[in-house]
């Protein structure tokens, strides 16, 4: 597992596809996810949330309009929350047209699937849990999904990751095994507080200076910047110390990285 902690001359640098290779196919997708893998990436990033049925699905938004023909499918139900739709009604969704129509067969996936799907891809996983606050219980729901796939919790191949900081203290509470991530960008002198139930401290990237990134790793931690697009600030924030990045071009940050 890229995850696992590299020795220092083993120093591996994270190649994250956020939402998977969402530059080259639709995001938060089956199809986005192989495409990371075809395009050098060792870790996908993708954000669950929960249907009204409660199952764990992978989309970004809290509506389900951007990203889907819900408003042709479900035309009275307007604005197509994620939470007020079952998710027999979320599989009818055409989750890939909007980004080319050779991808019309994409679907919103569940996190089982695309656990199941992506088992012997090599790949790990950054799930960031979007939103929990709207859905009580969510945590306890993903760490029981987690559970029932120990080749990748066994093998280190999660990191759990949210804006919401509680939430991520409560996880790690739960699932003490799985690294953990927060998602911003905490004060330096909360950071020692932070080390005792985070992992990673994954900031955007403007705020990924040298003197940050340094402070982050005097207290144990990674720091995984986002969304890094374009090959020079690949480089500069790699310069910084950044321990992987979160990119929507995979196949950019791979040939910075001399793969
Ligand atoms: O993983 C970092 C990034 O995904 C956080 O922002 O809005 O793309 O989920 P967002
Ligand atoms: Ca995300």
């Known amino acids: 597992s890229a995850l696992q902690d590299p020795s220092d001359d083993d120093r591996r640098v994270l190649?994250?596809?956020?939402?998977?290779?969402s530059d080259q196919a639709p995001e938060n997708t089956l199809a986005a996810f192989r495409a990371a893998r075809e395009r050098g990436a060792n870790v996908i990033e993708l954000d669950v949330q929960e249907t009204k049925d409660h199952k764990l699905v992978v989309v970004?938004?809290?509506?389900?309009?951007?990203?889907?023909?819900?408003?042709?499918?479900?035309?009275?139900?307007?604005?197509?929350?994620?939470?007020?739709?079952?998710?027999a009604q979320i599989r009818k969704l055409d989750a890939g047209s909007w980004h080319g129509s050779e991808y019309k067969d994409q679907r919103v996936p569940t996190l089982a699937s695309t656990l199941r799907e992506m088992q012997g891809s090599g790949l790990d996983m950054l799930l960031e849990v979007k939103s929990p606050s709207l859905y009580p219980g969510i945590g306890e729901r993903v760490a029981g999904e987690l559970r029932k796939h120990p080749d990748w919790l066994n093998q280190d191949r999660v990191i759990v990751q949210s804006f919401d900081w509680p939430f991520v203290r409560d996880f790690h509470n739960r699932l003490p095994s799985v690294p953990t991530g927060l998602l911003g960008t905490p004060s330096r002198a909360s950071l020692s507080d932070a080390a005792t139930y985070a992992d990673y401290i994954n900031p955007p990237q403007a705020n990924a200076t040298p003197g940050y990134v340094e402070s982050v790793h005097k207290h144990g931690m990674r720091v995984?910047?986002?969304?890094?697009?374009?090959?020079?600030?690949?480089?500069?924030?790699?310069?910084?110390?950044?321990?992987?990045?979160?990119?929507?071009?995979?196949?950019?940050?791979?040939?910075?990285?001399?793969?």
């Open 224 to 259: 995984l910047p986002w969304t890094v697009n374009d090959a020079s600030t690949m480089r500069r924030l790699l310069k910084n110390g950044a321990d992987g990045i979160i990119t929507n071009r995979p196949g950019t940050l791979q040939s910075v990285n001399g793969g």
């Open 60 to 87: 970004h938004d809290t509506t389900l309009g951007r990203t889907t023909n819900a408003e042709k499918i479900f035309p009275g139900k307007s604005p197509w929350r994620v939470r007020d739709l079952t998710l």
């Open 15 to 21: 190649n994250i596809a956020h939402r998977g290779a």
